[in-house]
Each structure stands twice: as C-alpha cells, then as structure tokens.
C-alpha cells in the first residue's frame, strides 16, 4: 500500500474530497460539503490515521493486534482514532477496509441533508 494508492481509493468513495487545511504535503480526506465536512482520513506518506473505532476501547484491538505498526493519533487518539503504517504486518485489505470504515462511521454521524448518495452502498 502506498498513499497514492489509499488517496484514489478515498476519493472514490462518494461525496469524498481533498483538503489541506494545515499545508501538509498530502491532504486529509473529508466527505460533507465545505465547512461542515468531517475528515474521515489522515493521509501521510508513510500510513492513514483514521477513525478506528467508536471509542479508544474498539480502536485499541489494532494496537493488540499490531503493535509495530498502529498506534494512537496524537490530539484525537482519544476519540477512537489510530495511526496505521503501510508496508508494515497490516495488510492492504484490512488498511482498505479500516478506511471504509472510518469513512461511514464519519457518514452515518453527518445530518442526513449532508449524506452523500450512495454511502452505505
């Protein structure tokens, strides 16, 4: 897995988009429109950080799992999100699916007029 790899798979999701409010060189992934849009991934070059549970309990089975390769989120770690590494024990399917799944946890807390169509597909 590489992040231009996971940025096209981001994207495609729908209502997905790229934005760099901090100036970094690669983007977070928000879905929602404008200001209210919700990041549902933290793309960095070398891993994702996403909503990896709905509280640090959930999200802490990554860091039992793989401990050389996730860890918390620095900030926001408390809310449930992780760090996941590329190229790492953590495979490519699961990386996917850990961002799909951050992605409709993010979706489904968004107000129903800000889901984007096709979402839950």
């Not at 096209?8 to 404008?34: F, T």
């Not at 950080?49 to 770690?77: C, Q, T």
């Not at 790492?88 to 996917?96: K, Q, R």
Request: glycine letters at 10%.
């Amino acid at each position: 897995m590489d992040a231009e790899t996971l940025l096209a798979h981001c994207l495609a999701k729908p209502g997905a988009w790229a934005d760099n409010p901090w100036d970094h060189e690669l983007p977070v992934i928000k879905v929602g429109s404008g200001e209210r849009g919700k990041i549902f991934a933290f793309l960095g070059r070398d891993g994702v950080g996403v909503k990896a549970g709905a509280n640090r309990e959930v999200a802490d089975e990554w860091l039992h799992r793989y401990p050389d390769d996730a860890s918390v989120m620095a900030y926001i770690g408390r809310s449930g999100w992780n760090n996941l590494a590329f190229g790492g024990a953590i495979p490519d399917d699961e990386l996917l699916e850990a961002v799909d799944e951050s992605y409709r946890s993010i979706v489904a807390k968004l107000p129903k007029s800000q889901r984007p169509d096709g979402w839950d597909a």
